[in-house]
């Protein structure tokens, strides 16, 4: 038997964004408004909730404006899990050696995206395979998550091609879904989100708000499609492999400047830095991409010194050994490499030259 879906509005977001916080305790990360941008923090209040913002995204550009299709930002939940900087130990002048702590009181995730959720599942798999203790501290405190469903995907989604939207199946606690206006449907996903649905006294949705609900989904469903299948893709990149001629081709407008990697919801990689004042060595573990130059620079030389290698290692991480290492893609369809990437560069273009040129 399906849980029962409930009517609510926009207020009703906000409303449970104050229990989640007020009368659970818990600290709130989720999409903030922060001056003309949004980023992914600790929501402060309720004013600061993006509930009648949308984002204009297109291959390289991005612009806010009035409305109720906000998608993504530039940020993740990642920037909370696996943040951009963050102390790894301290040694001090008597050698003895003070380890991060990952903050006190339990974390609600706040109206992130289906997207985000599977991107969170691949951090999962990734970081618990490496016993990441840090990672596992931050990902401990996580004990109640709501999802926003993506009922008017941006123009770079291509979460339904990926698996990933755009409306959740499970994995959170709550979900919503702006049917438009003032409107929003609400499903528990969990023993605690309906507990927290029923404190709230929501009423149960109608027939004709599920029935628009379920039609408005199909519709994103339609538009956040590539129009290839993965396997498709999978099968021509794994021809194409050596073909350097079209990794060039697809790479050329490719600037090098890791604006993909530190955008991706499940890029992970870092590099150790240690900083030492004179007292104490600090070593940080800070993002690091692997278009960038430098990332391929090791003791013994280079090992993908031209651009292409970069770029195609970028691809077939995503879409070949992601799998291979967790058993699932590394790409979760959010298009936020597409939407920031300063020279437009289209992965999904990639992806569709790939099954014309290599067959799929």
């Known amino acids: 038997m399906e849980a029962p879906l409930y009517r609510g509005g926009l207020e009703d977001v906000a409303r449970l964004y104050a229990l989640l916080r007020d009368e659970r305790g818990l600290v709130v990360y989720g999409y903030r408004l922060d001056g003309g941008s949004?980023?992914?923090?600790?929501?402060?209040?309720?004013?600061?909730?993006?509930?009648?913002?949308?984002?204009?995204?297109?291959?390289?550009?991005y612009r806010l404006r009035s409305g109720v299709g906000f998608t993504t930002s530039h940020q993740s939940p990642k920037n909370y899990l696996h943040p951009p900087r963050q102390v790894v130990a301290r040694v001090r002048e008597d050698l003895s050696v003070e380890e991060p702590e990952a903050g006190e009181g339990g974390v609600a995730l706040f109206a992130v995206k289906p997207c985000d959720l599977s991107a969170v599942e691949v951090l999962d798999e990734l970081f618990r395979a490496g016993a990441n203790p840090l990672y596992a501290a931050r990902r401990g405190r996580v004990k109640f998550v709501v999802v926003e469903e993506c009922l008017r995907p941006g123009n770079t989604c291509f979460c339904s091609t990926t698996g990933s939207g755009p409306t959740a199946r499970e994995g959170f606690d709550v979900a919503y879904a702006k049917l438009g206006g003032e409107a929003v449907l609400f499903k528990p996903g969990s023993p605690a989100g309906q507990k927290v649905l029923e404190e709230m006294g929501l009423e149960e949705a109608s027939e004709g708000d599920?029935?628009?609900?379920?039609?408005?989904?199909?519709?994103?469903?339609?538009?956040?499609?590539?129009?290839?299948?993965?396997?498709?893709?999978?099968?021509?990149?794994?021809?194409?492999?050596?073909?350097?001629?079209?990794w060039e081709r697809v790479s050329e407008r490719c600037l090098a400047c890791s604006s993909c990697n530190m955008v991706c919801p499940t890029c992970f990689c870092t590099e150790l830095v240690d900083e030492y004042d004179g007292r104490v060595d600090t070593r940080v573990a800070q993002w690091?991409?692997?278009?960038?130059y430098t990332y391929g620079m090791v003791a013994g030389g280079h090992f993908r010194r031209e651009l292409y290698t970069r770029y195609r290692h970028f691809v077939l991480h995503k879409f070949l050994f992601y799998p291979m290492q967790t058993g699932r893609l590394g790409c979760v369809g959010c298009g936020r490499c597409v939407t920031w990437c300063p020279a437009g560069v289209d992965l999904r273009e990639s992806l569709i030259r790939a099954v014309g040129e290599g067959g799929g």
């Open 38 to 61: 949004i980023g992914f923090g600790v929501v402060r209040g309720a004013s600061e909730l993006p509930l009648r913002v949308e984002a204009e995204a297109e291959p390289g550009r």
């Open 210 to 246: 599920v029935a628009e609900y379920r039609g408005l989904a199909e519709e994103a469903s339609r538009r956040a499609c590539l129009g290839v299948a993965v396997e498709e893709a999978q099968r021509a990149l794994r021809r194409l492999l050596g073909d350097r001629g079209f």
């Open 288 to 292: 690091v991409g692997c278009l960038s």
